[in-house]
């Protein structure tokens, strides 16, 4: 399924997704200062930042599962949601769909199959007919190479193969958005390659998508925007070619250099 088969098509280029002014407090700890950020239909933008930047908190404020203290949400073609102390609970879960994730741990139901846990979000959430919802299932699992898997349980698949069932139960939801949290970094060495292929391979075929990684080199090349985050803000941010062979800020030089 390419994102050309959505049923809210975004003309290419134009912006898929605006966030801004996005405040978000555990407690007294202001995990992020007045973020914004634009991403464009068929673009793929990196957030990268040291661990503790806030890059996770912002994926889970985009996917509905944290909920911002200020700050607007748009997707283009709605909704758009602006967020207050007293913002109501079906406001944040109106962004459920636009966009999906992938875990950094994958998150995989244990006791369900493969199959089963594709199928559970379109079917039991998102109420769709079972055999319609399979037979995606059944065509994405083929396309990660993963068919002959669809009546295993996690368990017994390597990370690589488990993380390739993460993606394919993202793409199910046919969202707009891709949404990947370190999505290579819980693998070993030898699984990270077939999960980043299929990644690129999304991203070639048009998908939307907000990456966070620490694999740079990978960052640059497929990300079209990079922002680099510390501490909760936005400290530079721009085509990937710039943000990563010659950053201006000096915070970001000096975490590029080192994983570069
Ligand atoms: P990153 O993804 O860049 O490593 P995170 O978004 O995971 O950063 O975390 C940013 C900060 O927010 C960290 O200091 C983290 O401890 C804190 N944090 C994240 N989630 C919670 C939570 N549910 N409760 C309290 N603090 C949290």
């Known amino acids: 399924m390419s994102p050309a088969e959505m049923p809210a098509a975004v003309p290419a280029g134009g912006p898929l997704l605006r966030v801004s002014g996005l405040n978000k407090s555990f407690g007294d700890h202001e995990v992020l200062r007045h973020i914004d950020l634009q991403v464009d239909a068929g673009k793929v933008l990196a957030l990268i930042g040291p661990s503790g930047s806030g890059k996770t908190t912002v994926l889970r404020c985009l996917n509905g599962l944290e909920r911002p203290d200020a700050g607007t949400i748009t997707f283009d073609g709605g909704p758009e949601v602006t967020f207050t102390p007293r913002t109501r609970r079906r406001q944040k879960e109106s962004l459920r769909f636009r966009s999906a994730m992938v875990f950094q741990g994958y998150n995989l139901f244990p006791h369900k199959t493969v199959l089963q846990n594709v199928i559970e979000g379109p079917v039991q959430v998102q109420r769709r007919p079972k055999a319609e919802a399979i037979a995606d299932a059944e065509a994405l699992l083929d396309r990660v190479g993963l068919a002959d898997k669809r009546d295993q349980y996690p368990h017994q698949l390597s990370g690589g193969q488990q993380q390739r069932v993460g993606i394919v139960r993202a793409l199910a939801l046919k969202p707009a958005l891709l949404l990947f949290d370190e999505p290579t970094s ?39 925007q990079v922002v680099f985050m510390d501490g909760g803000v936005v400290v530079e941010e721009g085509p990937a070619s710039e943000v990563l062979r010659q950053p201006r800020r000096e915070r970001t030089q000096r975490f590029v250099h080192r994983l570069l």
Do not use: Q
Request: proline share 3%; no cysteine.
């Open 186 to 224: 819980a693998l070993d060495p030898e699984l990270v390659g077939d999960v980043l292929t299929v990644i690129k391979e999304l991203a070639e075929e048009g998908w939307t998508m907000v990456l966070v990684t620490h694999e740079l080199a990978f960052a640059r090349e497929v990300a079209d």
